[in-house]
């Protein structure tokens, strides 16, 4: 049952006024709600009780008491559930997905065929051997246009006696041109030489990018996993028919694996010895198949996070990762698929690695600076940034654990006005004030941690402000910077320390829950622009 609400509008920065003086007519509201996993999802936004905006904050930091029962079950779904069962046969498509390309006109379709192989002696599969094929159209008959894409296999390798290699089926991943915006499509994916095609399944098109024009709903989710507490989330994230999916990296946990299939809430503590990270690949099969209902009709845009980071021979990583997913990294300018930018209506949003070089003489950085300059506000006048780990978070867990990245980025973000920033990895919800280098400021962004969408870890409960909860700083070095940039305060209240001694002026709210967030963006009549964001209490029902 929903228990409160709390709610605050953003304001439109006054650093924007400057630069967009056309933007002073437009006006939206923009609704951040943090739904139950058990509750019944509600927004509540009425005439008569008018919502409280940043220019009547900052608001005075909540903190809601730990509430056991929200633990939920945090147990991960095991291979004989039905739900991550192999259901097609031959090389038929399974683990469908859409993502979108930088505009409403592309987007991508993405498909497994063939089975896996994990063991001592595996052999991959040849990707030239079955086509990738997509048919589409905006009637279900018939399917008037194709595209043909391309198909990889990948491995995950370990060079270590007992340990079992892996080998994926062959993922494919085609680029759908010419859609128009807002538009139902309907599609088929496979190979159709080889009687290997997929059943029809459809998808909604971005409306077109303009300053009254925004997608109904974008869901926010984080370090996900597959848990049953996974499976109430994502049943209540497509409750809410959200236009789009943006998960905020931490996708499988399958490095919380050993490649024997035994698993642990706590890799370190239950296998301190291994010769290296281990993973077990298949959870990543599982997770496709399982998220195949949600994400074969709504676009999901990830980005990775340090579960995805899955160390193999060679030295590789992100190999999953990257291959898994398709990425508008070659249409947004960029060469990674660890940072890349799309717009979503009239929302830019913009997706930065945190597990890569990110200094100023970096190519991230200088991608980044290139991404913001071409940004056109009076076309995309919301500005959103999402990476893992956050910068602004007063747990205990990761405390200033991103520092380096925050030293290195944030002025650039804020110069350009990002109006709100998107993080994980902090198992726990947490909304901040309007922040700028630990300073409440009102042209600053609000940071909104939601990295708690259901995986077998447990729930960041404690503090870094309670009594004896204040981390070390050398808990914080930085193996992309080679240092340690996080360090005591130099003003302010908790000047000369490490961490407050009490919740810092900068949360404004925080709760250790599982839950996902509801991006909502609606048209209302005003002459000036303000962004409502929501965040909903809430708690499991018993």
């Not at 497994?112 to 063991?119: A, K, L, P, S």
């Amino acid at each position: 049952m929903l228990l409160s609400t709390h709610s605050y509008t953003l304001p439109l920065n006054g650093k924007y006024k400057l630069l967009l003086p056309m933007m002073f007519w437009r006006s939206f509201l923009l609704l951040l709600s943090i739904i139950a996993i058990n509750d019944v999802v509600a927004v509540v936004v009425t005439n008569a009780k008018r919502i409280p905006s940043t220019l009547d904050g900052p608001f005075d930091p909540v903190t809601v008491p730990y509430d056991v029962s929200l633990r939920g079950n945090a147990v991960d779904l095991p291979d004989t559930d039905p739900r991550v069962r192999r259901r097609v046969k031959g090389f038929e498509p399974e683990q469908i997905s859409v993502s979108l390309s930088v505009s409403y006109d592309s987007v991508w379709i993405s498909w497994v065929t063939g089975e896996f192989q994990i063991g001592n002696t595996i052999k991959p599969l040849n990707p030239n051997t079955v086509a990738s094929l997509v048919r589409y159209g905006r009637s279900r008959f018939p399917l008037t246009h194709e595209a043909i894409g391309y198909s990889l296999v990948y491995n995950q390798l370990y060079p270590f006696e007992g340990l079992q290699n892996y080998t994926s089926g062959i993922i494919h991943h085609v680029r759908l041109t010419g859609l128009k915006p807002s538009t139902l499509y309907y599609y088929r994916c496979g190979d159709p030489s080889i009687s290997a095609l997929s059943d029809i399944y459809h998808f909604r098109t971005l409306p077109v990018s303009g300053p009254r024009s925004y997608p109904k709903r974008i869901a926010v989710v984080g370090d996900l996993g597959l848990t049953y507490n996974t499976t109430d989330t994502i049943s209540h994230l497509t409750r809410n028919n959200p236009d789009l999916v943006i998960l905020v990296g931490d996708v499988t946990y399958a490095n919380l694996y050993l490649t024997n299939g035994t698993g642990s809430d706590c890799y370190d503590c239950s296998f301190p010895d291994t010769p290296i990270h281990e993973t077990y690949q298949p959870r990543w099969d599982y997770w496709g198949r399982f998220m195949q209902s949600l994400i074969s009709k709504t676009p999901i845009m990830v980005v990775e996070g340090n579960h995805e980071i899955e160390e193999q021979a060679g030295n590789q990583r992100f190999v999953a990762y990257s291959s898994r997913f398709a990425f508008p990294s070659k249409e947004s300018e960029s060469s990674s698929t660890f940072y890349y930018s799309f717009n979503a209506g009239g929302i830019h949003f913009i997706m930065l690695g945190a597990y890569i070089s990110y200094n100023k003489s970096a190519e991230q950085y200088k991608w980044l600076e290139r991404d913001l300059a071409k940004v056109d506000r009076s076309m995309t006048p919301w500005l959103v940034a999402a990476w893992h780990p956050p910068w602004y978070s007063s747990y205990k867990a990761h405390y200033k654990e991103a520092e380096c990245m925050r030293v290195e980025m944030e002025e650039l973000l804020y110069t350009y006005g990002v109006d709100i920033v998107l993080n994980g990895h902090v198992h726990a919800y947490e909304r901040s004030n309007r922040v700028y280098n630990f300073t409440l400021d009102p042209c600053g962004p609000v940071h909104i941690t939601v990295g708690d969408g259901g995986n077998r870890e447990k729930m960041a409960i404690e503090h870094a402000d309670e009594t004896g909860n204040c981390p070390e700083a050398s808990s914080t070095y930085d193996v992309y910077m080679g240092g340690f940039c996080a360090k005591n305060f130099t003003s302010g209240p908790a000047a000369g320390k490490f961490c407050w001694d009490w919740q810092p002026d900068y949360s404004a709210f925080r709760e250790s829950s599982f839950g996902h967030g509801i991006l909502e963006v609606s048209l209302c009549i005003s002459v000036s622009l303000r962004a409502f964001v929501q965040q909903m209490k809430h708690h499991s029902e018993e």
